[in-house]
């Protein structure tokens, strides 16, 4: 059974950082596409980083390339996203998920099956 746990938001000040991790089970994390995705009230959830393993071409979405960056750890079966430079728009409550897809194919929410409980992230002064 595939499950993902993520972990690490918080409260932030703007110009801070933060990094979030999604913790898998039940599947080798390395061969699947596990893709960061975040909602705020009233909105569509955006898909704003993808990064499969055995595949290693990370995807970012212009909102948050160059401030965010995705990495994996095997040993571990667990993605992190780091972001930087976090700034009020980016508060939002943030997911992860996994499926079998690559991320070049990568279009948003609808190829996903897998869905962590998400974590909230609150940029503030």
């Known amino acids: 059974q595939v499950q993902l746990v993520e972990s690490g938001g918080g409260l932030v000040q703007p110009g801070g950082s933060l990094r979030l991790s999604c913790a898998g089970s039940g599947f080798i994390l390395e061969h699947y596409a596990i893709g960061w995705f975040r909602q705020t009230p009233g909105k569509e959830r955006e898909g704003i980083s993808c990064?499969?393993?055995?595949?290693?071409?990370?995807y970012y979405a212009d909102s948050v390339k160059g401030r965010f960056t995705v990495s994996g750890d095997n040993a571990k079966n667990t993605m992190y996203l780091q972001m930087n430079s976090l700034q009020p728009e980016d508060t939002a409550v943030y997911y992860c998920?996994?499926?079998?897809?690559?991320?070049?194919?990568?279009?948003?929410?609808?190829?996903?099956?897998?869905w962590g409980q998400g974590t909230p992230v609150t940029v503030s002064a």
């Open positions: 990064l499969r393993l055995d595949e290693g071409l990370p």
């Open positions: 998920a996994a499926d079998l897809l690559f991320c070049s194919d990568f279009e948003g929410e609808s190829q996903f099956e897998h």
